[in-house]
């Protein structure tokens, strides 16, 4: 798999990543909509460690894009982001990010609860059943049961979804699991967070009232870790903005507002 999708025209001044981990592909909707004012990079993370996906994307963006970048990082790649601009601040002018996961581990241990009792008692089955056998160390297709998954959580985490297509290109579970188990342990040791100290950039995390992965566990830790940080909570939204019906619209505006702020 190649590891960059791009769109629009040079320069290249703006990057969007992609959650999971080992999920690639499901912000091509939003770099598509950016790509009309700015040119638009896609990184695809391929590595299996935390550092690996960092460094692969220090990569990406050093021979492609016009720095200092804006990076927009969606769940999985919020974080990685982060990670991203701690490590390397003077690459990044702007960092926004959306339905990132909660930085105190306590706050993440609803999440799943939530997502069950959301969905129907057929489904609710069938998901529960999904945990058990990508569990299962003998389990033998974990990229197909990943990609049901996926399919399962996104229907919990979304408040009223508009019609879209699922534009994820592939599942690796090895790559999720690998990464999760790593930065994981970032978490729980307070580390994740406090990289937030070496952050100059301005930020803002955009996030949605019905995600599942709770707002108070970002909003808060953040304020007290950045010195220039923006909280915007959206109405009607679950996880992913861009294919809600009430909440899209201004997700929208408030990328674009965010972008022009810093490159108009």
């Not at 674009?256 to 702020?261: S, T």
Request: glycine share 8%.
């Amino acid at each position: 798999m190649k590891n960059l999708r791009i769109y629009g025209e040079k320069p290249y001044s703006v990057a969007v990543i992609h959650g999971g981990p080992g999920a690639p592909g499901e912000m091509a909707p939003v770099a598509r909509g950016l790509s009309t004012a700015w040119g638009v990079l896609e990184p695809l993370q391929t590595r299996d460690s935390v550092d690996g996906q960092v460094e692969e994307l220090h990569d990406v963006l050093k021979t492609n894009a016009d720095l200092p970048v804006i990076l927009i990082g969606f769940s999985w790649g919020a974080w990685l982001s982060y990670i991203f601009t701690a490590r390397y601040p003077s690459l990044v002018k702007k960092l926004i990010l959306i339905g990132t996961p909660p930085f105190p581990p306590e706050k993440a241990l609803d999440i799943m609860t939530a997502r069950i009792e959301r969905l129907s008692d057929e489904e609710r089955t069938e998901f529960l059943a999904i945990v058990e056998d990508l569990n299962n160390p003998d389990y033998p297709d974990k990229n197909r049961r990943m990609a049901r998954f996926g399919e399962l959580a996104n229907r919990a985490d979304t408040y009223e979804v508009v019609p879209h297509r699922d534009e994820l290109l592939e599942y690796h579970f090895d790559i999720n699991q690998k990464v999760w188990a790593e930065v994981n342990r970032l978490r729980s040791s307070g580390e994740l967070l406090a990289l937030g100290k070496d952050i100059s950039c301005p930020v803002v995390a955009v996030h949605g009232d019905y995600d599942p992965h709770p707002a108070e566990g970002v909003r808060g830790p953040l304020e007290s870790i950045l010195k220039n940080f923006r909280f915007i909570l959206l109405e009607k939204c679950g996880h992913e903005p861009w294919i809600e019906k009430y909440a899209r619209g201004k997700f929208y505006e408030i990328l674009k507002k965010e972008i022009n702020n810093v490159l108009a």
